[in-house]
């Protein structure tokens, strides 16, 4: 795959597969995911690109699980996409707090 000018360059895809294979789940079980600190603006067309992203240090998303979960985060390793804003991929904390 070529894209950005570059063949086989990491992708969130790639890394989603490889983390659930180590819980023996198949590519093929990989659900769409949610990209909560990405710019992708839709033109009228409906076309989707992908801008520089608008979130900044510091930004969050709470999420709350009501059953078991197995979440995996891909901090976007293609360092020419737009979203990194040329700075390739930035630093992400994850915080997992259990109820009392």
Do not use: K
């Not at 769409?32 to 979130?55: L, R």
């Not at 976007?76 to 930035?90: I, Q, S, V």
Request: aromatic fraction near 6%; charge should be negative; include cysteine.
């Amino acid at each position: 795959m070529v894209r950005y000018g570059a063949t086989c360059a990491e992708c969130c895809q790639r890394n989603f597969e490889r983390e659930l294979a180590r819980h023996g789940i198949g590519s093929e079980h990989v659900v769409p995911n949610v990209n909560f600190f990405m710019n992708v603006p839709v033109g009228a067309d409906g076309t989707a690109g992908i801008g520089e992203s608008q979130s900044r240090p510091g930004d969050f998303v709470d999420l709350r699980a009501e059953m078991p979960v197995l979440a995996v985060l891909s901090n976007c390793p293609e360092e020419l996409n737009p979203a990194t804003g040329a700075n390739g991929p930035t630093p992400i904390r994850a915080v997992v707090w259990r109820p009392r």
